[in-house]
Each structure stands twice: as structure tokens, then as C-alpha cells.
């Protein structure tokens, strides 16, 4: 059983490898955001560890994303997944392999940020903030990956990348990940309460002693619950499809 696991995780990643389209822009496009917003023209007073915590939890959340959304959607639309699904193969391997292959890359991005972080901001954490960083930024992406998963299983190949896009966008800019909450609107603020992007990104918030001060109970429930109704609903869809 451990073999299918490792196989399919193996070639799932090979595949998203041979797909510069895909991990191209996923690699490039946090390094870049972050190196001309958070480094180069920074706002005003903005913490450095702070800027970058919120730029990695920006970069983390794309792979887990776009990687089940377009995936799943192409595989179900062009018969793979009915395929492994009649296979003697267990289901969840192929969702580890998903879920491995987008933290594979998002351990990329962060080792990325980390290194223009601390070579061009100063930003100076203990070995172990930045180990519990990590540990929190690669486990929060897990209801993003299941978010993607819906929407793979939703929507067409072709509507995916839309789709993602109309949710990714306004849910990291309304989370303050690309300026700080404080200085958006009251209104915007309480709609980011809402958003799994908040949670997350005070969960990462906590490590460096940057959150708004709600209680960690809160943002673990939040998303707890999220990812338990993210797959029910993923689950309800493929009883539906079988």
C-alpha cells in the first residue's frame, strides 16, 4: 500500500514538472509580488517579518489551488479519474499525491521568500519561529487544497483557472495579505472574518507575535470545520459521479 502511495505521488509530481505552465508561474509569481511590494516599494511602517509572513501565506496557497482545481477538473473531464477510480488503486492516494505534489512547491516558494526576506528586509526570526512557520504555512494549506478539489470536481477544465482565480484573488487582497487589514475599510475588515485566508494567515501571524489577537482555538475551528464541509461536499460529488 505504501508503494501506491509513493508511486502515485511519484508520477503526479513528474507530471506537474513537465508542465512549466503550471509551476512556472506558480514559483515565480509570489517571488516577484514580494520582492517589488514587500521589498523594493514596501508600505509604510509595515513590519518586514510581518510583509513577508503575509506574502507566504499568499505564495502557499496557489499550488494547493490551482493544482486539485485544474488537475481534477482535466482528469475528470477526460475520463483519468473515472479510470483510477474503477482501478484497484484507493482514492486517497491519488488525493495525497495532489495534496504532496502542491507541497512540494509551496515548500519551494517558501525557501524562496525566506532567502529575499532575510537577504533584503532584515527580517530576523529564531530557528524555531521560522520550523513553526513552515509547519503552519504547509499544514494551512490543506482547506485550500480541498477547496480546489471542489471546484475541480464542480467545473470544467476550462472554467477551473477562471474560477480559481475570482476566488484566490479577492480572498488574499480582503485578508490583508497584500496590505495590512488597517488600512482597508471598516467593512472590509469585518468581511475578512469570513475568509479562510484570514484565519490562515493569523495562524502564521501568531508565530511571529504579528496577529490581531484573536485566540488560536478560533482560526483552528474555523478552518477545522472548513475542511470537514469542503469534503463532504467533495465526497457527495463523487457519490454523485459514480
Not at 161 to 171: E, F, K, R
Amino acid at each position: 500500500m505504501l508503494t501506491i502511495y509513493q508511486n502515485e505521488a511519484k508520477y503526479d509530481l513528474l507530471s506537474l514538472l513537465r508542465t512549466p505552465g503550471f509551476y512556472l508561474p506558480a514559483l515565480l509569481f509570489p517571488a516577484v509580488f514580494y520582492y517589488f511590494f514587500g521589498v523594493l516599494f514596501p508600505y509604510s511602517g509595515g513590519d518586514p517579518a510581518r510583509v513577508m509572513v503575509a506574502y507566504c501565506c499568499f505564495g502557499v496557497i496557489g499550488p494547493a489551488l490551482f493544482n486539485f482545481a485544474i488537475a481534477v477538473a482535466g482528469d475528470r473531464q477526460q475520463g483519468w479519474l473515472a479510470l483510477k477510480r474503477l482501478s484497484p488503486m484507493p482514492m486517497s492516494a491519488y488525493m495525497m499525491a495532489k495534496w504532496s505534489s502542491s507541497l512540494f512547491f509551496a515548500v519551494i516558494i517558501l525557501l524562496t521568500l525566506y532567502v529575499i526576506g532575510g537577504s533584503f528586509s532584515e527580517v530576523a526570526l529564531t530557528r524555531g519561529q521560522w520550523l513553526a512557520l513552515t509547519a503552519v504555512l504547509l499544514l494551512g494549506t490543506l482547506p485550500f487544497a480541498l477547496l480546489g478539489l471542489v471546484i475541480g470536481l464542480f467545473c470544467s477544465d476550462k472554467a477551473a483557472p477562471a474560477v480559481v482565480n475570482l476566488i484566490y484573488l479577492p480572498m488574499a487582497f480582503l485578508a490583508g495579505l497584500w496590505v495590512p487589514l488597517s488600512v482597508l475599510p471598516d467593512y472590509v475588515q469585518s468581511i475578512a472574518y469570513g475568509l479562510p485566508t484570514y484565519h490562515f494567515s493569523q495562524l502564521a501571524m501568531k508565530v511571529i507575535g504579528q496577529d490581531q489577537g484573536l485566540s488560536m482555538g478560533v482560526h483552528c475551528a474555523y478552518l477545522v470545520v472548513l475542511s470537514a464541509g469542503l469534503a463532504w461536499v467533495a465526497h457527495y460529488r463523487f457519490r454523485r459521479m459514480a
